[in-house]
T-cell receptor, first 114, second 112 residues
């Protein structure tokens, strides 16, 4: 069955460092992958989308890579700030169907310490 | 001010009662979704609708029902058949497939 895994342990880093979060998946060939940020008690907010034919995508301090051979996406936040502290969710888009259905990982909580 | 609204933010019900969660969007999006989130878990899809008057079951549709009579609205009813209804419910919309989803603020339902 399809499986998507994010590091369930919280990631604690020092302000100014680069945070790297991983998203691994099995038994799936997504057409694209998305990353969302979720703050406690609130709905997720879209950050980045990367398609299967793209290796890397950047947006300000954010960078996402997508390796369809390794079945892995890495999400980087450079020059991290305490305000970046949140849970980050990766979501896989459907491969062959046109439904828009996403499969979400359980999320990784990032804590940036000043 | 465009976006998705969900109401109420907190909802309390007794076991055996049906309850309807509201979701409204003014983004002119065709597609709408309902998810359930439990502590420490990812979002699980309950129902989705790609167009008015049409909707499909997601991965955990049992015990839930929806309607899509208007483009702007996609209410979710949690029926008494849902065995574990206490959860955080999120509604989302997107302008089409293969696009990002915009989420509402969520409704936390507690059933006792």
């Amino acid at each position: 069955s399809q499986k998507i895994e994010q590091n369930s342990e919280a990631l604690n880093i020092q302000e100014g460092k680069t945070a790297t979060l991983t998203c691994n998946y099995t038994n799936y060939s997504p057409a694209y992958l998305q990353w969302y940020r979720q703050d406690p008690g609130r709905g997720p907010v879209f950050l980045l989308l990367i398609r299967e034919n793209e290796k890397e995508k950047r947006k300000e301090r954010l960078k996402v890579t997508f390796d369809t051979t390794l079945k892995q996406s890495l999400f980087h936040i450079t020059a991290s700030q305490p305000a970046d502290s949140a849970t980050y969710l990766c979501a896989l888009g459907p491969g062959s169907s046109n439904t828009g259905k996403l499969i979400f990982g359980q999320g990784t909580t990032l804590q940036v310490k000043p | 001010d465009g976006g998705i609204t969900q109401s109420p933010k907190y909802l309390f019900r007794k076991e055996g009662q049906n309850v309807t969660l509201s979701c409204e969007q003014n983004l002119n999006h065709d597609a709408m979704y309902w998810y359930r989130q439990d502590p420490g878990q990812g979002l699980r899809l309950i129902y989705y609708s790609q167009i008015v008057n049409d909707f499909q079951k997601g991965d955990i549709a049992e015990g839930y029902s929806v309607s899509r009579e208007k483009k702007e609205s996609f209410p979710l009813t949690v029926t008494s058949a849902q065995k574990n209804p206490t959860a955080f419910y999120l509604c989302a919309s997107s302008s089409g497939t293969h696009y990002e989803q915009y989420f509402g603020p969520g409704t936390r339902l507690t059933v006792t």
